[in-house]
């Protein structure tokens, strides 16, 4: 697979590892920054780098690392046909992609530890989207970005 991953300055171990992680595993890692820790970074714009690569399809899946992820999560998810999940346990790392098919990674460096980080990309990774009434519920979310609120259905599927 292809991976786009990037760091704000609290998460650039974290990055450094699971880039290594990944590239082992025969993943194509494009890492896009940030590389120093020193260097302070606004996340935003490394939330909208990782999502349009994500989105033009350039890239399979893109991992954005901060601090807590709470940030990072809210700003890739601004960005039109980007599901960024905030992942800080297995579970939500497995539904996040049975379910919703997530097609961004968040965790936040100073909240996951680094052994937890790698098993929860793993999981994140070879978890497949079920589809099904999963579809129905990810095509009114669709709705929802374009503004397009009469699609948006209550229906039990």
Known sequence: MRIAIAADHNAVAMKSRL???LTERGHHVDDRGVHDAAETA????L???????VVDGSHDFGVVLGGSGCGEQIAA????????VLCHCVFTAEIA???????????????????????????WLTTRFKGGRHQLRLDQI???????LQQVRTSRA
């Open 77 to 84: 998810n601004k960005i039109r046909g980007v599901r960024a």
């Open 97 to 123: 992609r049975a379910h919703n098919n997530a097609n961004v990674l968040v965790m936040g460096a100073k909240v996951v530890a680094p052994d937890l980080a790698e098993r929860i990309l793993d999981v």
């Open 142 to 148: 669709s709705a929802l970005e374009t503004r397009e």
């Open 47 to 53: 939330c909208a780098d990782i999502g349009a690569v």
């Open 42 to 45: 606004d996340y935003p714009p």
């Open 19 to 21: 880039t290594t992680w």
